[in-house]
């Protein structure tokens, strides 16, 4: 049998590389493979959300913030005075989908509205809007933020703002 038929894992990746449809692309690494770590504390998910809810007083937005840990349980969530109720749920959804898909929402927002990926839709817990952010700290997962109540590029500044108290600066953020 010759080597073009049996070929090794490394050609069968070259050969299955795009030929124009993006989704034929196969990495030569998992994706988003942050691993999952110590679950957040209930005082650090305080301070995360407390630093979320500065920002957006600072700019007069009205936010429902959650956290999660590193399992997507719900640890934290603060609704400011006059947040959308309809918010409340979209925070937790947010966040939950961050930790539990290891990448920000923003990254399913992107796929659905930029790349067409319309099928990530189908899956459970897929949230396709910004102001989702897993909290990375030593390189693994202990929690996300998610932030709800205003247009989702608001959200995303909010949710930043808190997920800094945690996160480092990271260079590589992934692609779906």
């Known amino acids: 049998m010759s080597n073009e038929k049996t070929g090794t894992a490394a050609a069968t990746s070259r050969a299955l590389q795009p030929t124009g449809n993006p989704l034929d692309f196969v990495p030569d690494t998992i994706p988003f493979d942050t691993p999952y770590g110590v679950p957040i504390s209930l005082a650090r998910a305080h301070a995360v959300i407390h630093a979320a809810v500065m920002e957006a007083k600072n700019r007069n937005w009205k936010m429902n913030v959650g956290v999660v840990d590193s399992g997507g349980n719900l640890?934290?969530?603060q609704r400011m005075d006059g947040a959308m109720l309809a918010s409340i749920q979209i925070a937790e959804h947010k966040a939950r989908a961050a930790a539990t898909f290891r990448r920000e929402t923003k990254q399913f927002?992107?796929?659905?509205?930029l790349m067409h990926l319309n099928y990530l839709l189908a899956f459970d817990g897929?949230?396709?809007?910004?102001?989702?952010?897993?909290?990375?700290e030593q390189g693994a997962i202990i929690g996300a933020i998610g932030c709800s109540g205003g247009t989702d590029s608001q959200d995303e500044i909010v949710s930043r703002a808190g997920a800094a108290v945690i996160n480092q600066p990271n260079s590589d953020k992934g692609a779906l």
């Open 75 to 77: 640890v934290a969530f």
């Open 109 to 113: 927002e992107d796929g659905v509205q």
């Open 126 to 136: 897929i949230i396709a809007s910004r102001g989702g952010i897993p909290l990375i």
